[in-house]
């Protein structure tokens, strides 16, 4: 029984590895295991992928590639019990996860109609590999025992029976495994050498902004910095494996409800003027006190500039952006030909985008929860009205619109933290973008809430880092946090979940002072 199940698992690893390794001929989102996994992504229930998001944060695709290995070392184990030389279950079992498999590549956006071959090749090298060994493990027909009118009682003639040899038959799972080990990193490899756009990146020169931005500001005094780190940005999207463009191949189309539709690409789009924007964005499934925020300056291209050429339809009332891996997001028009300067970004603290994080360009939007405004490898802007298109947020329950909600964190000292009695400074972050901080008061158990000090700079597009210093008693106490908008609105002490606007409460901590 071991034995068979070991069988299973390797022909699994053999279908995985191999389907890598063609795959990188073609994207390595054709390969089985990122197509089945996209698709997954996709039809994920609303509740089950914030519970992933809400428990494994950054790493929810880390955890969904790990949930789906299991699955399918499960299924695998039960397809090599099942195998035998005379019924082929545990092959039937690889043919269906194979049409699954297809079914899964070719369907998705920007997918080619080729993309089923990493697949098919990679299922029917596992499908020959489990039966090779099941035939290993299943004793050849005794000819006289198994003839017709043979006794069961006559005496097994053991010189035609073999017995398994387990050591060969375990060297060749062995091998088998190696084999499927390197397949899969040379997919990897021989991907990253054909389709990778590190080099490009590289050599993507970041345009000279019309203005500049004063990014000197940090936190100090264990508050986090004001500027968040390219490394450090918190990374929420659909895209399993990061799309690979390169800025030469790159390109935007305007359409929709325009008078003149046109396409743009990275060249045109370097003759417009540049600009720098400090931006705070801000996850839609962020809870109360969470970390999916982060600060960043963006250098690129205003959006309304673009909008502008095409000339939008005064009935439009919605831009519907596309990402290449199908992604789409809503946006209302007003926050792209406003004021706010809403970019196409190509350049993030003063580098070319991360390619995680939309290289070459994405959109960046202030004020709105990303899932409504900021669509990375961003390939198409079509004009168009809430009631004639949807989002692919908008599809799976949440709002349309998105405005990001006033919000605040404490960040010093950290939940369950000891701290000495007497002078204790607790600060954190504040945001309510566009309309910015006006106020941040903290409060002690349940007395009087108290002023903190605002810290510079003040910008309406940002989060606001503050302090407050703390007269701490000794004994077990709870500090709670509220924010002042800068249109003079409190922070909603309503506590509800991120769906299907943004989250709502006041972030609490409890320290103990000794």
């Not at 918190?234 to 390109?251: C, E, K």
């Not at 325009?258 to 540049?274: G, S, T």
């Not at 109360?288 to 500039?305: E, F, K, Q, S």
């Not at 939309?358 to 202030?366: D, F």
Request: net charge negative; hydrophobic share 45%.
């Amino acid at each position: 029984m071991a034995l068979r199940a070991l069988n299973g698992v390797v022909a699994a690893a053999v279908t995985i590895g191999v389907g890598q390794l063609v795959a990188a001929l073609f994207d390595r989102a054709a390969s089985p295991l990122y197509a089945v996994g996209s698709a997954v992504i996709d039809l994920t229930p609303k509740d089950v992928r914030e519970f992933a998001i809400s428990t494994f944060g950054t790493g929810d695709k880390v955890a969904l590639l790990v949930g789906i290995g299991i699955i399918v070392a499960v299924l695998a184990v039960i397809a090599g019990v099942i195998e035998r030389r005379s019924r082929s279950w545990g092959s039937a079992m690889f043919a269906a996860f194979g049409i699954l498999g297809v079914a899964a590549a070719v369907t998705r956006p920007g997918g080619g109609a080729d993309w089923f071959v990493p697949t098919v090749v990679g299922v029917v090298a596992g499908i020959v590999f489990l039966q090779w060994m099941a035939r290993r493990l299943d004793p050849a027909p005794d000819p006289i025992r198994d003839a017709p009118g043979g006794s069961t009682d006559e005496p097994v003639h053991t010189q035609t029976v073999p017995t398994t040899d387990r050591r060969a038959f375990l060297i060749g799972a062995g091998t088998a495994g190696a084999g499927a080990v390197i397949a899969g990193v040379g997919g990897v490899a021989l991907d990253h050498r054909l389709n990778d756009v590190g080099r490009d990146r590289a050599d993507f020169v970041v345009p000279d902004a019309t203005n500049s931005v004063d990014t000197a500001a940090d936190g100090g005094d264990g508050l986090p910095s004001f500027i968040t780190s390219n490394s450090d940005f918190y990374r929420i999207d659909t895209a399993l494996s990061p799309p690979q463009i390169t800025s030469g191949a790159w390109s935007l189309r305007v359409h929709g409800m325009v008078d003149r539709e046109f396409e743009i690409d990275m060249a045109q789009l370097r003759r417009m003027p540049a600009i720098e924007k400090m931006v705070t964005l801000t996850c839609v499934s962020n809870e109360v006190g969470g970390t999916l925020i982060g600060n960043a300056t963006w250098t690129g291209y205003r959006v309304r500039d673009l909008l502008a050429r095409a000339g939008p339809s005064p009935d439009a009332d919605m831009v519907l952006s596309r990402s290449s891996d199908g992604f789409t997001a809503g946006t209302p028009i007003e926050a792209f030909t406003d004021d706010r300067d809403s970019i196409l970004a190509v350049a993030m603290n003063g580098a070319p985008l991360p390619v995680e994080h939309g290289y070459p360009a994405r959109l960046v939007v202030p004020g709105l929860y990303g899932y409504v405004s900021a669509t990375k490898w961003v390939t198409s802007l079509e004009v168009t009205r809430f009631d004639r298109a949807k989002a692919y947020w908008s599809t799976r329950g949440w709002s349309e619109k998105g405005p990001i909600k006033t919000s605040s964190r404490i960040d010093v000292p950290r939940d369950l933290a000891d701290v000495r009695a007497g002078r204790v400074m607790v600060g954190g972050v504040a945001w309510a973008q566009p309309r910015g901080i006006n106020a941040v008061q903290v409060r002690v158990d349940d007395g009087a809430w108290r002023t903190a000090t605002l810290r510079a700079p003040d910008l309406v597009d940002t989060w606001r880092l503050w302090s407050w210093e703390w007269d701490a008693a000794p004994g077990d106490h709870v500090l709670t946090v509220r924010a002042i908008d800068g249109e003079g609105r409190q922070q909603s002490a309503v506590e509800s979940r991120p769906d299907p606007d943004g989250a709502t409460g006041l972030h609490s901590i409890s320290v103990t002072v000794r």
